[in-house]
């Protein structure tokens, strides 16, 4: 079956170094998006993609980048972790057409200490 | 920017109460609205709305929108312990695919 997947499932990192969160998807969607979910907030998006080299910033992208090099894929990266980005991180993908819901991973939870 | 707003905020019910949930928005050109449920942790995908005043149905929930007013409504009717959950309400804008999201309903239904 297609799935969307995200590794790893729990991390742990220190201040200041970079960590990056996989995602991958085996629909062939165009469009994924990664968001992160806090207390309160809701899912807000970090940033997302519309196809290959694709790539836009979402409401709360500071300190955060993607790239898109293939379709099934989109790594986020933290480039400096902060304390402020322990969270829960969602990637999710669409097919691009209209009127489609988008699909979750599982969710990364990430803890910067 | 598009907005999302939820209420309430969260709520507890006994099994067999019927639950309403609701969420307004702003967004510039709507084109549809989706509700999803969370249980700890992938959102799980319940309705698309698109046309207001057509309900959409699935067992015991029940979604319509109003696009003159600017909001949509969850009902759960015959509550079980298995729909307590968060429930999000998402927005997205005509000619885009991204989807912005309410803060949630949490609902906790009570044996």
């Known amino acids: 079956d297609a799935e969307i997947t995200q590794s790893p499932r729990h991390k742990i990192t220190e201040t200041g170094r970079q960590v990056t969160l996989a995602c991958h998807q085996t629909w062939n969607h165009n469009n994924m998006f990664w968001y992160r979910q806090d207390l309160g907030h809701g899912l807000r998006l970090i940033h997302y993609?519309?196809?290959?080299?694709?790539?836009n910033k979402g409401e709360v992208s500071d300190g955060y980048s993607v790239s898109r090099s293939n379709t099934e894929d989109l790594p986020l990266t933290l480039e400096s972790a902060a304390s402020s980005q322990t969270s829960v991180y969602f990637c999710a993908s669409s097919t691009g057409t209209e009127n489609t819901e988008a699909f979750f991973g599982q969710g990364t939870r990430l803890t910067v200490v | 920017e598009d907005k999302v707003v939820q209420s309430p905020l969260s709520l507890v019910v006994h099994e067999g109460d019927t639950v309403t949930l609701n969420c307004s928005y702003e967004v510039t050109n709507f084109r549809s609205l989706l509700w999803y449920k969370q249980e700890k942790k992938a959102p799980t995908f319940l309705f698309m709305l698109t046309s207001s005043g057509i309900e959409k149905k699935s067992g015991r929930l029940s979604s319509i929108l109003d696009k003159k007013e600017l909001f949509s409504i969850l009902n759960i009717t015959a509550t079980q312990t298995g729909d307590s959950a968060v429930y999000l309400c998402?927005?997205?804008?005509?000619?885009?695919?991204?989807?912005?999201f309410g803060a949630g309903t949490t609902v906790t239904v009570r044996a």
């Open positions: 998402a927005v997205v804008g005509y000619g885009d695919y991204k989807l912005s």
């Open positions: 993609s519309y196809g290959v080299h694709d790539t």
